[in-house]
């Protein structure tokens, strides 16, 4: 392991995005159960958004949070493997400020840009 950072940032982060899931899958099930029961043709609605657009916003949500699950998950296995803190492209170490700010960084700074 190439730098010492605690893990905990990373169980936070991971209860935090579980937590996510969790509440944007009941959101995503309460619009499709709304939607079943209204007969509203909601493509033609004048009054702003559809149910399928709200669907699609949340659906985009959730996929951005499961994948975060999955960073998080790579960074714990990397912690496991000894190679959390080193950057995946060039091999250096990550700058304990970004792993601070960023727990599942895989890059350092330079190249992320």
């Given at each position: 392991?190439?730098?010492?950072?605690?893990?905990?940032?990373l169980?936070a982060?991971r209860?935090?995005?579980l937590?996510?899931?969790?509440?944007?899958?009941?959101?995503?099930?309460?619009?499709?159960?709304?939607s079943r029961?209204?007969?509203?043709?909601?493509?033609h609605?004048?009054?702003?958004?559809?149910i399928?657009f709200e669907r699609?916003q949340?659906?985009a949500?959730?996929?951005?949070?499961?994948?975060?699950?999955a960073?998080?998950?790579a960074a714990?296995?990397?912690?496991?493997?000894g190679?959390?803190?080193r950057?995946?492209t060039?091999?250096?170490a990550?700058?304990p400020?970004?792993?601070a700010?960023?727990p599942?960084?895989?890059?350092?700074i330079d190249?992320?840009?």
């Open positions: 392991m190439c730098c010492v950072v605690s893990v905990d940032p169980g982060e209860v935090a995005a937590a996510q899931i969790e509440a944007l899958t009941r959101q995503f099930d309460e619009i499709v159960a709304a029961s209204s007969n509203a043709d909601d493509e609605d004048p009054e702003g958004a559809t399928a699609q949340v659906a949500l959730l996929d951005q949070a499961r994948r975060r699950l960073d998080v998950d714990v296995a990397a912690v496991e493997g190679t959390y803190g950057c995946e060039c091999g250096r990550i700058a400020e970004r792993l700010a960023r599942t960084a895989r890059t350092c190249c992320a840009r």
